[in-house]
């Protein structure tokens, strides 16, 4: 949502706050999900799915990321968690890869959330064929767990001039 209103702020020089309720009232409109349905045919995908995500492809199998200690989560590398989806065919390592348009890393936790040894942090989804054990050690990579809880900052850290 701040992120959201952040760009329409800007797209529109507009305050912060007008912009805060202009998408909340696109979002309940559902003049937001006509838009996402646009863009979605625009790149020739399947439009329902902005109705009904459970269109949406999923592999058929699934490896838990668990935590290896209580604590808190201090960190959520994007970048790994980005080799991680890579290695689950979510992503291309070179032009002309396939992608598996089932595959997934789902996050259950994210920066601040408490956690207890074994708790799951992440569902990685996949097809036979997956690096599972390089996405499982670019998930470990990824998440850092802490005994005390982290300084949190917002969504948008600073506006440029």
């Known amino acids: 949502m701040a992120l959201a209103a952040e760009l ?7 305050a912060r706050a007008a912009a805060t309720d202009l998408v909340r009232e696109r979002l309940r409109d559902g003049t937001a ?12 995908a ?5 109705d009904d995500p459970g269109r949406l492809p999923v592999a058929a199998r699934e490896a838990p990321v668990i935590a290896p200690a209580a604590g808190f989560v201090h960190r959520v590398d994007a970048r790994r968690v980005g080799m991680a989806a890579v290695a689950l065919g979510a992503g291309r390592r070179r032009k002309g890869d396939p992608i598996d348009p089932g595959a ?11 956690v207890a ?4 942090l992440a569902r ?3 097809s036979p064929g997956a690096e599972v054990a390089g996405a499982l050690a670019a998930m470990g990579d990824a998440l850092d767990i802490a005994a005390e809880p ?5 969504p948008v850290l600073a506006v440029l001039p």
Not at 46 to 50: C, E, S, W
Not at 105 to 114: D, F, H, K, T
Not at 117 to 120: A, E, H, K, M, W
């Open 150 to 154: 982290p300084v949190t900052l917002g």
């Open 46 to 50: 399947d439009a329902a799915v902005a």
């Open 33 to 44: 999900r006509v838009q996402f349905s646009r863009w979605l045919r625009a790149q020739g």
């Open 124 to 126: 990685l989804r996949y």
């Open 8 to 14: 329409v702020a800007l797209g529109r020089d507009m």
């Open 117 to 120: 040894s074994g708790d799951l």
């Open 104 to 114: 997934a890393v789902i996050l259950e936790v994210e920066v601040g959330s408490r």
